[in-house]
């Protein structure tokens, strides 16, 4: 699988954005945008429109499940997987019903990393080619 | 008795003490017994005073009539036992004679004895001050497991913080050593720069491992650990336990072998905490056993329960040590046979999930060598 699209990292830690950078790479070219907070996470989404989002849930200035809500009030088929350092059974479950498409756990290894991101992007861009663009449902 | 052997008396000095006596004399009697060990006395004439002033005087002993108008001591002694349950004041009561009936229904009323009268002044304020200094101590433990309990759960959730806010760096470090010591990808590292690398990925693992059993514990500690009990295959559960753990066990010349499964399709457990004991078994078995052994898991089933043993070929739990096994930091004089390293906690978080499950855990020595573990989880009746 190559995946080439646009994916908005947002983590408050900058070595977690440095790690799955990295991560990401592996999966392909992907354009990586970075923001250190969910209100620069939602700003940046407005202005860049990514592919994919990925989510820290604690966060200052404004947390991931604020930035979710907000993000998918911008646009209803965005897709965010949530990043969490612990399954926080609670906080999935909610961000599942605010419309999160998955969560990942940061403390993951990088091979197993890299192959649940794998999955998680080849089950919503198609396995093969892995698009620049949206997803075909998306409007 | 000789003055100067007698023991020295704690400080009744404040202690409260309520009169409940409908006879004037009586009260005057007692008062004039106990006044000199200072103190503090309350008098009231009937039960139903003796329960009202008892919530506003909070006394820390109660000395009370059994036949007074209204209602009886013994009323007196139920209704207040029924308010006020263990934190109530031991109650004496006042005997005309030390009636044998009347000491029982007493003692039954939740009385802790009785004083006869006539009073002798020394037996009097002897029975008084035994109760007296058993309230004291009761309070000073009271307190006392009120501070260790709340110590403890600030050192859980210190604990908690510190595991946690470790987890994410350390995870890191670990990652970004991984990218740096494989493929090249990043950039051709010499052999000794890939031999740094693989160091800071190692002990970055080993301490990623330490601080998730230290979270564990604190998760578990702090009465935390919920179990999610789902139909699941054990079958299944073993199987991947065993593939994955023969990747590391490999690399000591190990291998993990699985072997005569006898299991019901499937179990009301959860999965992935019974896959941690699992684990945490096999690595153990890896970790104590000499390079090049073979590790063995099996798994059988009763009408009652089903039972997972995990069987190495390290040297045995010397049999003085086998009760430390699965306590918190517990470590015997086992060391791991390859420099690996071991915080002490696994086996006391297994303990505490399988008896969670409501099962059982324990470790016997083979008399052939080698060490037994095995966990059984009752099956439903």
Do not use: W
């Not at chain 2, 820390?60 to 009539?65: G, P």
């Amino acid at each position: 699988m190559k995946f080439n699209g646009k994916v908005l990292l947002t983590d408050d830690e900058a070595h977690i954005r440095k790690f799955l950078g990295l991560v990401l790479k592996r999966l392909g070219s992907p354009v990586i945008i970075e923001a250190a907070n969910g209100q620069e996470a939602v700003a940046l989404y407005a202005q860049h429109s990514p592919d994919l989002v990925l989510m820290d849930v604690n966060m200052p200035v404004l947390d991931g499940v604020q930035a979710l809500t907000q993000i998918r009030k911008i646009d209803p088929e965005a897709l965010v997987i949530m990043l969490t350092s612990l399954t926080n059974r609670q906080t999935v479950e909610q961000c599942a019903s605010l419309g999160a498409l998955d969560y990942l756990r940061k403390d993951l290894p990088r091979d197993e990393m890299i192959a649940q991101l794998t999955q998680i992007i080849g089950e919503c861009f198609g396995p093969e080619d892995a698009a620049t663009t949206k997803p075909a449902t998306a409007p | 008795m000789n003055p100067t052997v007698e023991p020295q008396k704690p400080d009744l000095q404040g202690r409260k003490v309520l009169i409940v006596d409908d006879d004037r004399l009586n009260l005057r009697i007692l008062a004039r017994i106990l006044k000199p060990e200072g103190l503090i006395i309350e008098q009231v004439y009937s039960g139903e005073d003796a329960i009202l002033q008892y919530a506003a005087f909070l006394p820390d002993l109660v000395l009370l009539d059994v036949v007074m108008p209204g209602i009886s001591g013994f009323e007196t002694c139920r209704t207040l036992k029924a308010r006020y349950g263990d934190d109530l004041a031991p109650i004496i009561f006042i005997t005309a004679k030390a009636d044998a009936e009347d000491v029982v229904e007493g003692l039954a009323a939740g009385g802790v004895d009785y004083l006869p009268k006539p009073f002798r002044g020394r037996e009097a304020m002897a029975r008084l001050r035994v109760h007296l200094q058993n309230r004291m101590l009761n309070e000073e433990q009271k307190k006392l497991v009120t501070q260790l309990s709340s110590a403890n759960t600030a050192k859980n959730k210190l604990l908690g913080m510190v595991a946690h806010d470790l987890r994410n760096p350390l995870a890191t470090v670990r990652g970004l050593a991984e990218f740096l010591k494989d493929d090249g990808k990043e950039g051709k590292l010499t052999a000794d720069q890939i031999d740094l690398v693989e160091n800071i990925y190692t002990v970055s693992q080993s301490m990623l491992e330490m601080v998730n059993e230290l979270l564990d514990l604190s998760v578990i500690e702090s009465g935390e650990l919920k179990i999610h009990p789902k139909p699941v295959s054990l079958a299944d559960v073993l199987e991947r336990s065993v593939t994955l753990n023969n990747i590391n066990a490999a690399k000591k010349g190990s291998h993990i072998e699985l072997k005569s499964v006898d299991l019901p399709a499937q179990l009301n457990i959860d999965g992935p905490k019974i896959k941690q004991v699992v684990d945490n078994l096999i690595t153990n078995a890896i970790k104590f056993s000499p390079p090049n052994s073979a590790v063995t898991v099996e798994a059988s089933q009763t009408p009652q329960d089903c039972t997972v043993a995990v069987l190495d070929n390290g040297p045995g739990i010397p049999e003085n040590e086998m009760h430390k096994l699965f306590k918190d930091f517990s470590q015997t004089s086992v060391a791991p046979t390859a420099g690996e390293k071991s915080t002490g906690l696994g086996l006391a978080i297994c303990r505490k999930i399988i008896e969670a499950h409501g099962g059982t855990i324990r470790a016997d020595n083979r008399a052939g060598g080698g060490c037994t573990f095995m966990f059984s989880i009752p099956l439903p009746a």
